[in-house]
């Protein structure tokens, strides 16, 4: 099984601004609620910088999956990054790079290279 999404296309979608955030409260406002209970609270667009910096240490090792998402394919990856198990969903569409999902995994997941993403925070 391999992504829908090509993470060379979804990297330059990045890089060319060309993305937006579909459901801000499972995505940038997730990251702000997880740091708001550090030492390092983080704004909106430091919370953005953030997600986006995520995305883009993806390799196809982090693929977990691609599920339907409004009627199309939505590519699922797990990472731990600084210090947190993430969920990542997303899909390409006319309007660029669409970022639904980003979040501490509420389960474990296992990628498709075996690789396990616990759930839950690791710090």
């Known amino acids: 099984m391999k992504p829908k999404y090509p993470l060379l296309n979804v990297f330059a979608l990045i ?6 955030f579909s459901a801000p409260s499972r995505s ?4 702000m609620n997880v740091f708001a ?22 390799t196809e090792r982090n ?3 691609t599920v339907l998402q409004w009627g ?3 590519d699922v990856y797990g990472v731990i990054y600084d210090g947190y198990s ?9 309007d660029g ?3 639904i999902s ?15 993403i616990p759930a839950g925070e690791l710090k």
């Open 63 to 65: 693929f977990v999956q």
């Open 102 to 116: 980003f979040h501490v995994a509420e389960k474990e997941m296992i990628t498709i290279s075996g690789m396990k």
């Open 72 to 74: 199309s394919g939505a």
């Open 37 to 58: 209970k550090t030492e390092t609270p983080k704004t909106p667009d430091e919370a953005v910088a953030f997600i986006l910096s995520g995305i883009k240490t993806l």
């Open 15 to 20: 890089d060319s601004g060309n993305y937006w």
């Open 97 to 99: 790079l669409q970022e």
């Open 86 to 94: 993430w969920y990542i969903k997303f899909m390409v569409d006319d």
């Open 28 to 31: 940038y406002r997730s990251v």
